[in-house]
């Protein structure tokens, strides 16, 4: 892990585990090149949380690999696992490896900039302010997607994920929400969600849900 911390075991499926591990590691593939592109250090920041998190579960699934091993035939059987969720964990290491060097300045060439600036899909990173009306409203009632060509691919609430939320999932002030979509829908998104843009066509302020 890269930070030591002691780390309470809950019992929880192998597979829930694994397919969390997997979502957050290409969560963080997205993240990290966006980061190297636009040189975009709150970006960096997220991935390098992510990979707490992934650290986390790998070791979760390492105990609960270790539980489950009740003899040389289950060991057998879960050594697959195993090497699975270490892969994975490379994966979110080498994501991360892209993130410390944007948070170093170590850059890439201009002229690349330059070139995916001019690409439709941008990835950023926003945080719902109090009076945002995003407050409060679920994400299918804002229905981003329509009115400014921007999805919201990820929540990070405290130290909980939650990847591609559902049209259901309610946002909360203090989210931190990271969406994809066109260049000026993501300026747009950024500015609803600190609360600078307080009026979405036919979203109203102060409707909860």
């Known amino acids: 892990m890269s930070e030591f911390e002691k780390v309470e075991y809950k019992p929880k499926p192998v597979r829930e585990i694994l397919l969390e591990m997997k979502n957050l590691s290409g969560l963080m593939i997205d993240l990290a090149y ?19 998190k992934v650290d986390t579960l790998a070791y979760l699934l390492d105990m609960t690999i270790m539980i489950a091993a009740r003899d040389a035939e289950d060991a057998e059987a879960l050594a697959g696992v195993a090497k699975v969720a270490g892969a994975t964990d490379k994966i979110s290491d080498a994501a991360a490896d892209i993130a410390v060097i944007v948070k170093q300045n170590i850059g890439i060439h201009p002229i690349v900039t330059e070139i995916f600036e001019k690409v439709e899909e941008h990835i950023a990173r926003a945080i719902v302010g ?28 405290g ?4 990847v591609n939320p559902s049209n259901d999932e309610k946002i909360l002030s203090g989210d931190i929400l990271i969406a994809r979509g066109t260049r000026l829908g993501i300026s ?22």
């Open 159 to 162: 130290g909980d994920w939650i």
């Open 34 to 52: 966006s980061a190297a592109l636009f040189n975009d250090k709150d970006l960096a920041e997220e991935v390098l949380e992510l990979e707490k």
């Open 188 to 209: 747009k998104f950024r500015e609803i969600a600190e609360g600078k843009i307080r009026r979405i066509v036919g979203v109203k302020e102060d409707a909860a849900g």
């Open 130 to 157: 109090e009076k945002s009306v995003m407050t409060g409203k679920k994400i299918g009632k804002l229905n981003l997607t329509g009115r400014i060509g921007v999805d919201i691919i990820a929540i990070r609430r």
